[in-house]
């Protein structure tokens, strides 16, 4: 019963077995292709029990492990590798059928490829999750086969695993790394002239080429006879809050994933980017109702619990309730914070039934409202309208991006800031905001 788990015909079995059956057949007139026929069914014969001994009754055989992180990156490429040795005294044909998590709804993955003898080979591919939650991946199948391709062995390994799909760490990784390193304008981060000085002092220290002159203490100066300069840093401990409308507003989907977890991830690499600048990050999430307040604070924990927090973040995409956010809003954060504020509004009326509310957060806290850019009418715009269809279809876009242009002006009116932004530029454009209002003192 084992071995019948265990063997498998190919294709090229059956192609043999076709020809073997006409050449019967047409001997029944032809009787040298009669003969001819038999000749060749015994040499098959005798080559499938070859290569069956081979792969079934020697012992030899091949060990596949799969191999990859605890925790994949959502919206981001996670390589998974395939370990793969060959135990085999000859060399082999393999294909390998990974059983991939069924959320990926894909059901011709393979990979062949061929191994020598007694060696150990590393296959990578890719995989992209859209959606935050735990994958399981099923179990690795490994068909292996000799050079003659007749028939071949199943090697099942039961590698049933279970992977947590989290906000974008890789994203937040990168940009920590660019941030560490000053290198965030290669990744389209602005250099922003800064204005003024903080009301942070730091040091006194001495005068070098380049400083600023009208920093200079004249009476350390005079004491230490050698020009020295006040040096001033940003101010820290402000608090950054990202406020995530979890509401149906952020269903709209874009390259698989939703809105809500494109905000997701930009207030997972804000936040970091914030502690890192000694400021207090926090996260607070609603729609009908607020789900999640975490209070802004810059412990080495806060990133960690930043991260859970996000990961357990589930909507039902309900209708978003503005005064319950404000209610709540101006009972937990006593302290002037900036509020990054993920929504979207398609209409201006949209707007003004929540404008009200906006305001109320504007008038304690600086207020950045974060929308989203539809890529999807920028291309009907774009391209030219040869029928009536297409001529409606272009003039709805057009009335729907000059919305969101009046959306903007609204915000603008009622002293709110506003950042209008296409899904993939989100985190880049919501740092460039953040190191300008840092830049200008406005936190």
Known sequence: MRFLKEVYLTSRFLLIITGIVLLFFFGY?????FFTAKIVLIAFVIILLAESFILFVSNGNVYAERVNDDRFSNGDDNAVKIVLTNNYTINIKAKIIDELPFIFQIRDFEINSQLDKSITKI???????????????????????????????????????????????????KYQIMAVSDRL?????????????SMEFEQIKEYVQGDDYRTINWKATARKRQ???????????????????????????FE????????????LVISNIALLKQDKAGIISFNNKVFSVLPAEKNPLQLKK???????????FLESDYEKLASIVKSKIKQRSLLLFYTNFETASSLKNQLNYLKSLAASHLLIVILFKNTGLDKIICR?????????????????????????????????????????QLSVNTINKYLELKARGMI
């Open 185 to 197: 304008v290669e990744i389209g981060i602005k250099k922003i002239r800064r204005i003024g000085h």
């Open 227 to 253: 020009l020295m300069i006040n040096h001033y840093v940003d101010e820290k401990a402000q608090q950054v809050y990202s406020i995530i409308d979890m509401g149906r507003t952020m269903k709209m989907p």
């Open 256 to 267: 698989g994933m939703t809105l809500l977890d494109y905000s997701i991830n930009a207030s």
């Open 306 to 316: 930043i991260v859970e927090l996000l990961y357990k973040q589930q909507t039902e």
């Open 123 to 173: 296959f990578t591919y890719n995989i992209r999750p859209v959606k935050r939650g735990e994958y399981q991946f099923g179990a690795l199948n490994i068909y292996v086969s000799s050079m003659l391709n007749i028939v071949c062995r199943r090697f099942r390994f039961d590698q049933n695993k279970n992977v947590a799909v989290y906000p974008s760490y890789i994203q937040m990784k």
């Open 384 to 424: 030219s309208a040869n029928s009536l269809e297409e001529i409606y279809q272009k003039t709805i876009a057009e009335k729907f991006a000059f919305e969101k242009k009046v959306i903007q002006k609204e915000l603008s009116v009622a002293g709110i800031q506003s950042i209008i932004t296409t899904p993939q």
């Open 29 to 33: 007139f032809v009787p040298f292709l």
